[in-house]
């Protein structure tokens, strides 16, 4: 590399004391956007679920009551604690302030409980982008033609959003004019706690 000429000459031993650098003068940071969404995105409409929220809007409690920033336990209606981002999260991250009818994004933005898509968006990125391009999330109705999707929040609750392991359905019955599969008495290991453990029939231990 060539040496600029508003530096002093290095000094013998190769090595210039870092006062002796100039001064550089970074430019003007460029304006943050706002997120316009994703390239090449399919258009799609969301299912609203904000007229079926059980206390919205929240301004009916809330018009005349001052934001209390401070993290502490919750008392109902809200849950007494949120588990969510493991203890790092807390109620302004995602509700706004001072409009209590809305959400709000670390920008700023106000944004509608039924676009609370746009919230998780900023720390679950992949996902968010899977569930815009239909791999993620559910949709209503025809898996063909206009296509409408669930948002998050109709499948994950905001508060403890984990969907936990749950006891599978009863396997469909026997369709009409068929015969039941006959029992092969296979033993499946046993993976949720709720499943019973493998109890032998007196027959089996009668034959030991």
């Excluded at 508003?6 to 970074?26: C, F, I, K, Q, Y």
């Excluded at 995105?41 to 969301?46: D, K, Q, T, V």
């Excluded at 409009?99 to 676009?115: C, H, I, M, P, Q």
């Amino acid at each position: 590399m060539t040496p600029s000429a508003d530096l002093p000459p290095p000094p013998e031993d190769g090595h210039r004391a870092l006062r002796d650098n100039p001064v550089e003068t970074s430019p003007d940071p460029e304006p943050t956007t706002a997120f316009t969404g994703y390239p090449d995105a399919p258009a799609f409409s969301i299912v609203s679920r904000q007229d079926d929220l059980s206390h919205y809007p929240c301004a009916n409690c809330h018009a005349n009551m001052p934001a209390n920033t401070e993290r502490r336990k919750l008392n109902a209606p809200h849950p007494a604690a949120l588990d969510h981002g493991d203890g790092r999260m807390w109620c302004f991250d995602c509700h706004n302030e001072e409009e209590r009818n809305k959400l709000a994004t670390a920008s700023g933005e106000r944004v509608g409980f039924d676009y609370g898509d746009q919230v998780c968006s900023q720390c679950h990125y992949a996902v968010h982008r899977d569930w815009t391009f239909g791999v993620h999330g559910k949709r209503k109705a025809r898996w063909q033609g206009e296509r409408t999707s669930y948002s998050c929040a109709h499948c994950h609750n905001p508060h403890d959003p984990a969907v936990r392991p749950r006891e599978p359905e009863q396997p469909p019955g026997v369709r009409a004019g068929l015969e039941p599969m006959p029992d092969k008495h296979v033993e499946h290991p046993r993976i949720y706690p709720w499943q019973p453990a493998h109890e032998e029939d007196d027959d089996d231990q009668n034959s030991e």
